[in-house]
């Protein structure tokens, strides 16, 4: 199968469900049997996935340590992961991890414990995230969070399960105007 069709197939793929198994580190994926569902997941000749979609939530994860090693073992193609599910879980940060992989559409972040508004940054390296959720975390009650996302991800479409507007697209530039402070460029002057 061409790669062309892999990714049109395994989009209608039911994802890996490792929901409510009280997992606490990424490496009790390869030694947990996923949840089954109405449809069975297909797998390939090595036995590996061929999902694009991964459910890890209402676990006890606290960090991502290893998650590249486990999905890569997990799944036949672990470049398009584009479903990422981690709500409910214990995560206080953003883990870089989740910026390798390009493919990603949706997060879901949902009901943790990320405390500083900045971990969004780092999600700003996706070119194709379009859902995020982040509501439910302890960043909810900053100022402007809305906003700060919005400014910060500007291709996302869907935010806390909310659809993103041009009213809160204006509503996000004029708040980043307002509060956020362009960085200075230094200019070096030779000496002649």
């Not at 214990?90 to 997060?107: A, E, K, R």
Request: hydrophobic share 35%; with cysteine.
């Amino acid at each position: 199968m061409n790669k062309r069709n892999y990714m049109n197939t395994s989009v209608q793929e039911p994802p890996l469900d490792y929901s409510f198994r009280s997992i606490h580190v990424t490496q009790d994926l390869l030694s947990e049997e996923p949840r089954t569902g109405l449809r069975p997941v297909r797998h390939a000749r090595s036995g590996k996935s061929m999902t694009q979609s991964l459910r890890l939530n209402n676990n006890v994860l606290t960090d991502l340590r290893d998650f590249n090693h486990a999905v890569s073992q997990l799944l036949e193609h672990p470049e398009n992961l584009a479903w990422i599910d981690l709500s409910f879980n214990d995560l206080t940060s953003i883990d870089p991890v989740l910026t390798t992989f390009f493919n990603l559409s949706v997060l879901y972040l949902h009901g943790n414990s990320i405390q500083r508004l900045g971990e969004v940054n780092k999600l700003a390296v996706l070119p194709r995230l379009r859902s995020l959720t982040l509501h439910g975390n302890p960043i909810e009650e900053e100022k402007g969070y809305r906003q700060y996302v919005l400014c910060t991800l500007p291709h996302i479409t869907t935010f806390d399960f909310s659809g993103v507007t041009k009213a809160d697209r204006t509503t996000a530039e004029v708040w980043k105007r307002m509060n956020i402070k362009p960085k200075k460029v230094r200019i070096k002057h030779n000496a002649l």
